[in-house]
């Protein structure tokens, strides 16, 4: 995947994300020095007298593994400034979500990630803000959304409170129904209208899409899923391009604590090393799957944008480098008769998560949470490494043992 020149936010022009994967996050190139990072496991750092921003100081503040992780993730989003690592992607969400002041509007798509979702509700219910949720496919709907609420809200909570504002939850694709939201045209005009953004880019990865090239305030990482890749360590990441932002984002990061152990920052920085290959791979395999299970009879629908005839596929074909590698199907059968797919699967493994280097399979609708609009017999795929005929023989017997 060559380096998007006209990038203006694109590090040393040159560097492809293959090499930068690799090649950042790394100890000086001294005589003798190791290759990789050690782990650092010290809560604290020497230090006396007054302590300047530029100190580590104490463990909760900064540690030297997490700084490795966090420049790769920045770099690959596009930025010089580092990411900031958290102790799980939904530490990450909370840390952008909890900022909003009293009195703000937070919109977000009908299909967001439950556990961002049911945060935004439970600060509905505590009197913090309000959810609008949206159908995110549709741009004009979305804009429209947004334009109403940024007129609508309430002056500040008190003489010294901060303004409310509005901001948009954006995720594209989204989770589990691989709705493309149009990200340029949606992150430019809320830009417009002073609405803050935030993009989670778990789904789709620094390697298919970049969205502070369009003025997303924040993208944020579940990198328990792609980024770490090996679903043996839970992490987080936010990422941006404001350096006020970031500095008031890290700020509430050393007081509230949501950080990473050390050992998980360097779990997660020998993952992402293999990232673009990862990445390549399942999302070739995802697309030979796709297209299969377009055609099997037993399939009532696949939404995957790597689909030519999927609504979201011109779209992601503008905006994205690659379709990614989760997919749903809905099957000809009830909830039971859906289970009974899921749970005759030998290579497959039915659980949640996705990002994996294993490809894991899942009924949606088994989360009590799961929005309505999810049919009963839909099933998430996230498509991992394996040989793709492997993982075809294996969907293709599980759906014979339950058509029987
Ligand atoms: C899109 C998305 N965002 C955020 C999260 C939360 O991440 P974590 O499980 O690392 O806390 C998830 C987890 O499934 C997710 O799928």
């Known amino acids: 995947m060559p380096e998007n020149t006209s990038d203006p936010q694109q590090p040393r022009a040159g560097l492809s994300r293959e090499t930068l994967v690799v090649s950042a996050g790394r100890p000086a190139a001294e005589h003798d020095a190791p290759v990789n990072p050690p782990i650092h496991l010290s809560s604290t750092f020497h230090g006396a007298g007054p302590i300047l921003p530029s100190d580590r100081a ?10 490795e992780l966090e420049s790769v993730i920045g770099r690959l989003e596009g930025t010089e400034l580092p990411a900031l690592l958290y102790g799980s992607g939904m530490a990450a969400v909370s840390a952008v979500l ?16 439950l556990g961002t979702m049911s945060l935004a509700r439970q600060m509905q219910d505590r009197g913090i803000s309000r959810l609008v949720e949206v159908p995110v496919e549709d741009t004009d709907a979305v ?6 609420q940024a007129r609508s809200l309430p002056e500040p909570a008190g003489p010294d409170a901060e303004a409310p504002y509005v901001l948009l939850w954006a995720e594209s694709p989204t989770n589990p129904m691989m ?13 417009g209208l002073g609405v803050h953004t935030a993009v989670d880019n778990t789904f789709a990865t620094p390697m298919a899409q970049r969205p502070l090239r369009w003025g997303a305030d924040y993208v944020v990482h579940s990198a328990t899923k792609y980024l770490a890749g090996h679903s043996d360590v839970i992490l987080g990441a936010v990422v941006t391009a404001d350096a ?19 050992f ?6 020998r993952g992402i090393r293999t990232l673009a290959l990862r990445v390549r791979q399942a999302t070739a395999n995802a697309q030979v799957l796709a ?76 989360h009590a949470n799961e929005a309505r609009t999810v049919s009963e017999s839909l099933v998430r795929l996230s498509v991992g490494i394996e040989d793709v005929e492997d993982l075809w023989a294996d969907l293709v017997q599980a759906l014979e043992s339950v058509s029987r």
Do not use: C
């Open 58 to 67: 104490y463990g909760r503040f900064t540690n030297p593994t997490w700084e």
């Open 179 to 191: 709705e493309v939201a149009d990200l340029p045209a949606l992150l430019a005009a809320a830009r």
């Open 143 to 148: 804009i429209r959304t947004l334009t109403e």
């Open 264 to 269: 998980e920052a360097w779990l997660g920085l």
């Open 244 to 262: 006020e932002l970031r500095r008031r984002a890290l700020a509430k990061r050393s007081l509230a604590g949501g950080i990473a152990g050390p």
């Open 98 to 113: 909890e900022q909003v002041p009293v009195g703000s509007v937070i919109v977000m798509p009908e299909h967001t990630y």
């Open 291 to 366: 297209e299969r299970l377009s055609e099997h009879p037993a399939i009532a629908a696949v939404r995957y944008p790597g689909l030519p005839g999927d609504r979201g596929h011109e779209r992601a074909k503008a905006q994205m480098d690659g379709f990614g590698s989760v997919l749903s199907v809905t099957l000809h059968a009830d909830a039971a008769t859906t289970e009974a797919f899921v749970s005759a699967v030998r290579l497959w493994t039915p659980a949640t998560s996705l990002g994996g280097v294993e490809s894991l399979i899942e009924r949606r609708r088994r």
